[in-house]
């Protein structure tokens, strides 16, 4: 059993996103209709090791030519270096503009090999085949693709949708626990913009799904992707309402910085979970939400085992996260934009925020 869900906008061919268990099985089949030529699987090495026979295996009993391209699996391979490199491999192997591309693994792989499919001859098709859990909710839907510089992440990239997105539950059974609980935050996220209801049997579920459950995965996977589409499909190029998405980013890129993205101190997902928790309590001190509204916020989060509170994660500064906060790309023309909340599921987006106000907030929250 699976679930189909559609992603549809002014902008783009519709495609689907499909849910399941057990799917990378039929891959092959699930390609096919798209495959007028050759496949090419960009994975990273550790899935590769992991899926990657399973893949091929699949996609060339259903009669397509395949091969997979491997990178190196980390965030460094979201490099001008790596897309160059790829690129290079996609010309050796003569790939032409019917022939379409599969980004198996986590959200850098399909990062960079959306990235490599939108720049490849002006574009071929690509599909999704996301392998963690913060890639089957949120980088795998919605046709962002992107590498870092060292001036900082996900500054050059392309929207370039994919053709059909294939999420496998049953892949998430080989990641480590804590990438685990950090896609959770993705998904806590999605309740927290706008599903009061799904937020409160996400804080119920916690334990449970952020600790493996499949059932609970395949729920949290289904719903979020519902709502990611759905704003997706009103504004793919973040005119409006997709910054919506971004709650808890700004306060969590900045603090991701801060730590100098070292991920064995902080992951991602972590820093979002703390952003989406500073997020609420800022919205509290403007006084646009209860604190009994926070308290269920940290608890949702706690629940999943994700950190709520900057002291458990590290040392920050107020004014340098400020001024990063002000250079985040999604701030406008140096006005410091926030996505703040009236409530749980009433997230909203806030263009002026007020720096003195933040930093000294900040400061409350135990940044020096
Ligand atoms: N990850 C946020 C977005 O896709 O807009």
Redesign the pocket.
């Known amino acids: 059993m699976s679930t189909t869900l559609p992603v549809s906008g002014a902008g783009f061919v519709p495609y689907a996103v499909e849910v399941g268990r057990g799917l990378l099985a039929g891959l092959g089949e699930r390609v096919a209709p798209f495959a007028r030529g050759r496949v090419v699987v960009i994975s990273d090495e550790t899935v590769a090791a992991l899926h990657g026979p399973a893949v091929l295996t699949s996609l060339e009993s259903a009669g397509l030519r395949a091969r997979i391209l491997t990178v190196p699996p980390g965030e460094s391979s979201k490099s001008f270096a790596e897309l160059e490199r790829v690129i290079d491999r996609l010309l050796a192997y003569e790939l032409d503009r019917k022939d379409i591309i599969i980004a198996l693994g986590g959200g850098v792989v399909g990062d960079l090999a959306g990235l490599a499919a939108a720049l490849y001859m002006r574009g071929i098709d690509f599909v999704q085949v996301p392998t963690t859990l913060l890639a089957q909710v949120?980088?795998s839907v919605?046709g962002?693709t992107a590498i870092d510089t060292p001036r900082g992440k996900n500054l050059v990239g392309a929207f370039h949708q994919p053709r059909l997105v294939v999420a496998d539950i049953d892949v998430l059974a080989t990641l480590p626990a804590r990438q685990l609980r950090s896609g959770w935050a993705e998904v806590l996220k999605h309740g927290l913009i706008c599903d009061a209801a799904f937020y409160d049997w996400l804080a119920s579920a916690g334990a449970v799904g952020a600790g493996g459950d499949p059932a609970a995965l395949e729920r949290a996977v289904v719903r979020s992707v519902e709502i990611?589409s759905a704003i997706?499909g009103e504004d793919e190029r973040?005119a409006g309402k997709?910054a919506l998405?971004?709650l808890g980013h700004t306060f969590g890129h900045a603090l991701e910085a801060e730590l100098g993205f070292d991920e064995t101190v902080l992951t991602h997902g972590e820093a979002v979970a703390l952003g989406c928790a500073m997020a609420f309590r800022y919205s509290a001190a403007l006084g646009l939400c209860s604190t009994a509204t926070t308290e269920r916020v940290v608890d949702g989060l706690a629940a999943a085992g994700l950190p709520t509170r900057l002291e458990a994660v590290g040392r920050a500064g107020a004014e340098t996260m400020v001024r990063r906060m002000a250079g985040d790309k999604k701030a406008e023309g140096g006005r410091l934009t926030l996505i703040l909340a009236r409530g749980i599921g009433e997230a909203f987006v806030e263009r002026d925020v007020d720096p003195a106000r933040l930093t000294e907030f900040l400061r409350t929250e135990g940044a020096r």
């Open positions: 949120d980088s919605g962002k990611k997706v973040e997709r998405l971004n």
